[in-house]
């Protein structure tokens, strides 16, 4: 009994020594299991940075064109954007962009004229004129033959030149002298262009013509500016002369017409080109064609702002053309057409080339009206008495 005791005992210490060593041994085997899982797991990390890095440099050696970038982000990005156009389904195609295309600049809103705010381009006329305010007048007998708004008063943009250039005129200044275009002559109003640079010296006379010829408006502000007095004596003297004239619509704050408070009528316009008329040097630098003028080393090359002096159908004696956009078109021209002297003022007119056109519809509406007056005529000289 004791004895069957005995080795029952053994067996049952046997069997759980045995079941001791047996959970160590797994133990062990799980934990080695572990580490060269995680081993592995190190190994493959490195592989990958290794062969990211080889495509780096594979990158970097080929040459690289501008604009291009490096090829693994460029294939990630490719990547991603072919999965977001996936995702976002079948879609229009959109205009390639050329490389090296400018940005399009918005374009600026057009700026309403006193005339088309006033509504003055309601009203109508016979000639279907593009300018809101139109004078023609008989320059010997004062007659007036067309009118449309003639007493509307308006910016007169580079008209105002016809006075600046007559004050200057009558100043009897020596227009031989020299004078220099200086910063204080720069468009600090419109901030308008010039080619005459700060520092140009030119002479008076010489600035009379590029200010009448072709609106030079430094050439104008400097021609005030260098005034016996000063340019406040100047606009003084240009406001004096319009008041002892008569031309009570009209006011002037500077010499060049850039200013909108510079403003005046048809009626009063066609005054003053009636007296610059009388100034032959304004007669022959208003309708000269063209002017060379030497620049230091440069030649500069002016022409008329109004074409018409060139056009053979038309016998210009003076003219003034203008342009602001308070003012719109502007141009005011002595001229003989069928067999008289007319002065013709066209303000606030639509288009570039619209106040040319006006001029053109009352030149040739003027010389039907002769044609039939003299058919008349010489038709009622033919019948019997």
């Given at each position: 009994?004791n004895?069957?005791?005995?080795?029952?005992?053994?067996?049952?210490m046997?069997?759980g020594?045995?079941?001791i060593?047996?959970?160590?041994f797994?133990?062990?085997?799980a934990?080695?299991?572990?580490?060269?899982?995680?081993?592995?797991?190190?190994?493959?990390?490195?592989?990958?940075?290794?062969?990211?890095?080889?495509k780096?440099?594979?990158?970097?050696a080929?040459?690289?064109?501008k604009?291009?970038?490096?090829?693994?982000?460029s294939?990630?990005?490719k990547?991603?954007?072919?999965?977001?156009?996936r995702?976002q389904?079948?879609?229009a195609?959109?205009?390639?962009?050329?490389?090296?295309?400018k940005?399009?600049?918005a374009?600026?809103?057009?700026?309403?004229s006193?005339?088309?705010m006033?509504?003055?381009?309601?009203?109508s006329?016979?000639?279907?004129?593009n300018?809101?305010?139109?004078?023609?007048v008989?320059?010997?007998?004062?007659?007036v033959l067309?009118?449309?708004?003639?007493?509307?008063?308006?910016?007169?943009?580079s008209?105002?030149?016809?006075?600046?250039?007559?004050v200057?005129?009558?100043?009897?200044?020596?227009?031989?002298?020299?004078?220099?275009?200086?910063q204080?002559?720069?468009?600090t109003?419109?901030?308008s262009?010039?080619r005459?640079?700060?520092?140009?010296?030119?002479?008076?006379g010489e600035l009379?013509?590029?200010?009448?010829m072709?609106s030079?408006?430094?050439?104008?502000?400097?021609?005030?500016?260098?005034?016996?007095?000063?340019?406040d004596?100047?606009?003084?003297?240009?406001?004096?002369?319009?008041?002892l004239t008569?031309m009570a619509?009209?006011?002037?704050?500077e010499?060049?017409?850039?200013?909108?408070?510079?403003q005046?009528s048809?009626?009063?316009?066609?005054?003053?080109?009636?007296?610059?008329?009388?100034?032959?040097?304004?007669?022959?630098?208003?309708?000269?064609?063209?002017?060379?003028?030497?620049?230091g080393?440069?030649?500069?090359q002016?022409?008329?702002?109004?074409?018409?002096?060139?056009?053979?159908d038309w016998?210009?004696?003076?003219q003034?053309t203008g342009?602001i956009s308070?003012?719109?078109?502007?141009?005011?021209?002595?001229?003989?057409?069928?067999?008289?002297?007319?002065?013709?003022?066209f303000l606030?007119?639509?288009?570039k080339?619209?106040?040319?056109?006006?001029?053109?519809?009352v030149?040739?509406?003027?010389?039907q009206?002769?044609?039939l007056?003299?058919?008349v005529s010489?038709?009622?000289?033919?019948?019997?008495?």
């Amino acid at each position: 009994m004791n004895k069957a005791w005995l080795r029952m005992a053994v067996f049952a210490m046997v069997v759980g020594l045995l079941s001791i060593i047996s959970s160590q041994f797994s133990l062990v085997y799980a934990q080695n299991g572990k580490q060269k899982t995680s081993a592995a797991q190190k190994q493959t990390k490195k592989n990958d940075k290794a062969s990211v890095a080889r495509k780096n440099q594979s990158a970097k050696a080929q040459p690289k064109r501008k604009g291009q970038k490096p090829a693994v982000a460029s294939t990630r990005k490719k990547q991603t954007a072919q999965a977001a156009s996936r995702a976002q389904g079948p879609r229009a195609k959109t205009a390639i962009k050329p490389r090296n295309a400018k940005p399009v600049a918005a374009a600026r809103p057009v700026r309403a004229s006193f005339g088309q705010m006033a509504g003055l381009h309601a009203t109508s006329d016979a000639l279907g004129l593009n300018s809101s305010v139109a004078l023609v007048v008989d320059q010997e007998t004062n007659e007036v033959l067309f009118s449309k708004n003639d007493h509307a008063v308006l910016p007169i943009a580079s008209l105002t030149k016809l006075m600046t250039a007559l004050v200057i005129a009558e100043a009897n200044l020596p227009m031989h002298e020299s004078l220099q275009i200086t910063q204080a002559d720069v468009d600090t109003e419109k901030w308008s262009s010039s080619r005459l640079a700060v520092g140009t010296v030119l002479s008076r006379g010489e600035l009379m013509h590029l200010a009448l010829m072709s609106s030079e408006n430094r050439a104008a502000h400097a021609l005030g500016r260098t005034f016996p007095g000063g340019m406040d004596a100047f606009v003084r003297r240009m406001n004096q002369r319009a008041v002892l004239t008569g031309m009570a619509d009209t006011r002037f704050v500077e010499p060049t017409g850039l200013s909108s408070l510079n403003q005046s009528s048809a009626s009063d316009l066609a005054v003053l080109a009636a007296m610059a008329y009388n100034e032959p040097m304004l007669r022959e630098l208003s309708t000269s064609h063209g002017r060379e003028v030497s620049v230091g080393r440069r030649t500069l090359q002016y022409n008329n702002t109004n074409r018409l002096v060139k056009h053979p159908d038309w016998d210009i004696g003076l003219q003034k053309t203008g342009y602001i956009s308070e003012a719109g078109r502007c141009l005011v021209m002595q001229a003989q057409v069928a067999g008289r002297k007319l002065i013709m003022v066209f303000l606030d007119s639509t288009g570039k080339v619209g106040r040319l056109g006006d001029a053109e519809r009352v030149r040739k509406w003027l010389e039907q009206k002769s044609s039939l007056h003299s058919d008349v005529s010489t038709h009622a000289q033919r019948l019997p008495s």
